[in-house]
């Protein structure tokens, strides 16, 4: 069956940084768009970066457009996000989605504080 499962997810300080992890299988991740979604206490989730199958086009939230950056490796069905100068508007539990399939992973929770 279809897993997503994301993993990264820590408690920083402000201006430090993360990358996040979503271990794929049970589909061609290297044919799937993917996309990382994140979700803060009491809101609804945002799209925060997108990733078209071979990587060549991606798209991002206005909040983090210039310090996260989306990747894939396709050789082992791994998606990414690189999350640099973050801040407490960052704090949520980030998913990782793959929406052609209405997969979505179980989130791995990222909290910026000092």
């Known amino acids: 069956q279809v897993q997503l499962v994301e993993s990264g997810g820590a408690l920083v300080q402000p201006g430090e940084s993360l990358r996040l992890s979503c271990a794929t299988s049970?589909?061609?991740?290297?044919?799937?768009?993917m996309n990382w979604y994140r979700q803060g206490l009491g809101k609804g989730r945002e799209l925060v970066a997108a990733?078209?199958?071979?990587?060549?086009?991606?798209v991002y939230a206005d909040s983090v457009k210039g310090r996260f950056s989306i990747s894939r490796d396709n050789a082992n069905n791994v998606l990414y996000l690189q999350m640099n100068s973050l801040n407490s508007e960052d704090t949520a539990v980030y998913y990782c989605?793959?929406?052609?399939?209405?997969?979505w992973g179980q989130g791995t929770r990222v909290v910026v504080s000092s």
């Open positions: 990733i078209t199958s071979n990587g060549s086009d991606t």
């Open positions: 049970g589909f061609t991740f290297s044919s799937a768009a």
């Open positions: 989605n793959a929406p052609k399939l209405g997969a």
